[in-house]
Nanobody, 128 residues
Framework: QVQLVESGGGSVQAGGSLRLTCVVS??????????LAWFRQVPGREREAVAT????????NIDTSVKGRFTISQDKAKNTLYLEMNSLKPEDAAMYYC???????????????????WGQGTQVTVSA
C-alpha cells in the first residue's frame, strides 16, 4: 500500500518562503517511473496541479501561476518529494497535497483524477 505524508506547511507573510516535504512509502522512486505531483485546493474550488515530476527521468512541469517561484524536486534515496515555494503571495494560500500515479505516464498528468494515492495535505497560509 502506497502512503504519502506531507509536512512543511505553515503561516508566512507575503514574499516569504516555505518548503513542503512529501515522504512516500510503499513505492521506491528508483524502481519504476511514476508521476508525482503537488496539488493545491481552496474551499469551493477544484484541486489544481501546481507541479509534476517524473520519478524516472526527473522531468518536471510547473504551472504558469507559480513558475519562477516554485520548484519541485525529488530525493530518490529518501523517497521524498519537495516543493520549494518562494515569493509567496496571498493567492498561494491553500491546502497542499502530494499525489502519485499507479503507473508511468508521459507527460505527467495534471488532472487529480489521474492520481491514485494522496497524502492528507498540509495547510499553507500567506498573509498580505
Amino acid at each position: 500500500q502506497v502512503q504519502l505524508v506531507e509536512s512543511g506547511g505553515g503561516s508566512v507573510q507575503a514574499g516569504g518562503s516555505l518548503r513542503l516535504t512529501c515522504v512516500v512509502s510503499g513505492y521506491a522512486f528508483s524502481y519504476s517511473s511514476r508521476c508525482l505531483a503537488w496539488f493545491r485546493q481552496v474551499p469551493g474550488r477544484e484541486r489544481e496541479a501546481v507541479a509534476t515530476l517524473d520519478t524516472g527521468v526527473g522531468r518536471t512541469n510547473i504551472d504558469t501561476s507559480v513558475k519562477g517561484r516554485f520548484t519541485i524536486s525529488q530525493d530518490k534515496a529518501k523517497n521524498t518529494l519537495y516543493l520549494e515555494m518562494n515569493s509567496l503571495k496571498p493567492e498561494d494560500a491553500a491546502m497542499y497535497y502530494c499525489a502519485i500515479t499507479n503507473v508511468g505516464w508521459y507527460p505527467c498528468p495534471v488532472l487529480s483524477t489521474d492520481y491514485t494515492y494522496w497524502g492528507q495535505g498540509t495547510q499553507v497560509t500567506v498573509s498580505a
